[in-house]
């Protein structure tokens, strides 16, 4: 049995997957700040991560940095190491940890639905699934995502004197969406905030087409009429976005389909679209992997344990601190 508790720390080889303070030895599923921190000695990771990692932290953010790539293994001790694609932002992964006789997979981060921009959603079998549930409720199910993107353009066409400051957070979120417009046939020049350059960059950089991007300077209020200006989401609240006028604020998250938090943000057009899985995805992924016992990490682990027990399979909440679950999504 490979040996792993409530803190992702696998005893066996003396090493954490994706721990919130430096450790000797980290296996880094994502780039997103609660889950990948600078200070580490040794990290594994994709080779999409560990780019990330030093863009956001800095070149030497970890003593070293090994890479494999999806589908993929390396050996340490006795426990064989393999990455998946997990979907959720550009070289996120599910982490397999196998022996002879155990197969554990913690997920990350993660979501089923395709996506052209990022490689698909793999199920791997296992014994024990620890997969999150950041939407496990019943009442997260996600439209296509496609869909909400219509539903904008139809607004931008019927309100060409607006600006549309579209909230998505920087890494992940905001070139999903503007991959998504592009797929949709917005060719328009789309405007960013400053945060967001070297991030829109490197997904172009990875063969991911987000068209002609401007930095969202104020030379002339009149060149974002009808245009859409990507931001950060504190920057809808912030003295930065009261320098545009008309303007017409969405938000892109998961969270958009609780209609009380977008009112509460005095969000106009709320785009329910989510790089986690919904109640469905969750749910399916646990039948497809055929483990017969589930560890819910962040989220709403109540109703997907009790969901868990009732098609008989052992679960239990694993509460990690220093999640957080409204950013990033």
């Known amino acids: 049995m490979i040996s792993i508790d409530n803190k992702l720390y696998i005893r066996d080889i003396d090493t954490y997957i994706d ?7 980290a296996i ?18 994709t080779p999409e991560t560990s780019e990330i990692m030093k863009i956001r932290y800095g070149e030497n953010c970890a003593s070293s940095f090994q890479t494999i790539k ?22 996120s992964a599910q982490v397999l940890l196998e022996t002879a006789k155990h197969r554990i ?8 639905i395709l996506d052209r921009h990022l490689d698909p959603f793999e199920v791997v079998p296992c014994d024990l699934l620890i997969t999150e549930a950041t939407f496990g409720l019943p009442i997260f199910k996600f439209n296509k995502p496609e869909m909400e993107i219509e539903r904008l353009l139809d607004n931008i066409s019927k309100n060409r004197e607006n600006t549309f400051l579209i909230g998505a957070y920087s890494l992940g979120k905001a070139q999903r969406i503007i991959w ?7 060719s328009d020049d789309i405007f960013v905030h400053g945060s967001m350059d070297k991030l829109c960059d490197f997904y172009q950089s990875k063969g991911i087409r987000l068209g002609t991007l401007r930095k969202a300077t104020l030379d002339n209020k009149k060149d974002f009429k009808g245009k859409i200006i990507v931001a950060p989401p504190s920057a809808l609240k912030d003295r930065w976005s009261r320098r ?3 303007i017409t604020r969405c938000y892109a998250s998961g969270w958009m389909q609780v209609k009380q938090r977008a009112k509460q943000s005095q969000i106009e057009i709320p785009l329910v679209i989510s790089d986690h899985s919904d109640w469905n995805e969750l749910t399916n992924t646990i039948k497809q992997t055929g483990a017969q016992k589930v560890w819910i990490t962040h989220g709403r682990e109540d109703a997907l344990k009790y969901w868990c027990e009732k098609n008989g399979i052992q679960a239990e909440p694993l ?8 950013n990033e999504l």
């Open 105 to 112: 997979v913690v997920t990350g981060d993660y979501k089923t």
């Open 19 to 25: 721990p919130f303070f430096p450790v000797e030895r």
């Open 28 to 45: 880094i599923t994502h780039g997103h700040a609660d889950h990948a921190r600078a200070g580490h000695k040794h990290v594994l990771c």
């Open 180 to 186: 998504l417009l592009r797929e949709a046939g917005f």
């Open 319 to 326: 509460s990690l601190q220093h999640r957080d679950e409204t």
């Open 244 to 246: 545009f006028e008309n």
């Open 70 to 91: 999806y589908g993929h293994s390396v050996k340490i001790g006795k426990i064989s190491v393999t990455f998946y694609p997990a979907a959720h932002i550009l070289g």
